[in-house]
């Protein structure tokens, strides 16, 4: 199993340019998130979708779109994009257990630069 | 929403001494308690979790302890080793399914 895999590992993007940012896991996990990595700020979610067909937003959503095409795909999609977007950005997928547990497994992560 | 803060924002360390990072959360509904450890450049990776009916766990040279009354947890890390160096953050499940928050995040620097 590849787990969780993510496309482009590098970007660099011009102010106003749009961009896709492509995540999929290979481990039937029901739920995906999107989050951005900024030095001192930890990780902060921007979108989740808990199950195929429903997406909700985090603590950073403005400026960004996402959208569950699967049940293994979840993309994240910046519309126009500023140099506040400049960031690590990470998904990852869990799956609830019967202990009640939610443990999340990540993606390598995308290191987008807008100029 | 959750908010957990943890400290501290850096560590410094001798190989062989222990360690100790501290996090408090807010949401009293708050179960679930997962340590991740970042690598440079790498992925966050989970190390330990802990869920609310339980105050301890332990697993090789690392622990974590959970006090629910006061709102925190605590990652231990003894015997510490060079390639314990990393980005330590941790984490909280609220209310909402499934939603991790997470902390500031703790670099720890084990010194040979």
């Known amino acids: 199993n590849a787990g969780v895999t993510q496309t482009p590992k590098f970007q660099v993007l011009k102010t106003g340019q749009s961009m896709t940012l492509q995540c999929a896991q290979d481990?039937?996990?029901?739920?995906m998130y999107w989050y951005r990595q900024d030095p001192g700020m930890g990780l902060r979610l921007i979108y989740y979708?808990?199950?195929?067909?429903?997406?909700d937003k985090g603590e950073v959503p403005n400026g960004y779109n996402v959208s569950r095409l699967n049940k293994r795909e979840f993309s994240l999609r910046l519309e126009s994009a500023a140099p506040s977007q400049t960031s690590v950005y990470f998904c990852?997928?869990?799956?609830?257990?019967?202990?009640?547990?939610?443990?999340?497994?990540f993606g390598p992560g995308t290191r987008l630069t807008v100029l | 929403g959750e908010n957990v803060e943890q400290h501290p924002s850096t560590l410094s360390v001798q190989e062989g001494d222990s360690a100790v990072i501290k996090c408090t959360y807010s949401?009293?509904?708050?179960?679930?308690f997962p340590w991740y450890k970042q690598e440079l450049g790498k992925r966050p990776q989970l190390i330990i979790d802990?869920?609310?009916?339980?105050g301890e766990k332990k697993d090789q040279r690392i622990a974590v302890t959970l006090n629910k009354t006061a709102k925190h947890f605590s990652l231990h890390i003894t015997e510490t080793q060079p390639e314990d160096s990393a980005v330590y953050f941790c984490?909280?499940?609220?209310?909402?399914?499934?939603?991790?928050?997470f902390g500031q995040g703790t670099i720890l620097t084990v010194h040979p």
């Open positions: 990852a997928s869990s799956v609830l257990s019967s202990g009640g547990t939610d443990t999340q497994y």
């Open positions: 481990m039937n996990h029901n739920s």
């Open positions: 979708s808990a199950s195929e067909g429903t997406t």
């Open positions: 949401d009293s509904a708050s179960n679930y």
């Open positions: 802990i869920r609310s009916n339980v």
């Open positions: 984490a909280a499940k609220g209310r909402e399914y499934g939603k991790l928050t």
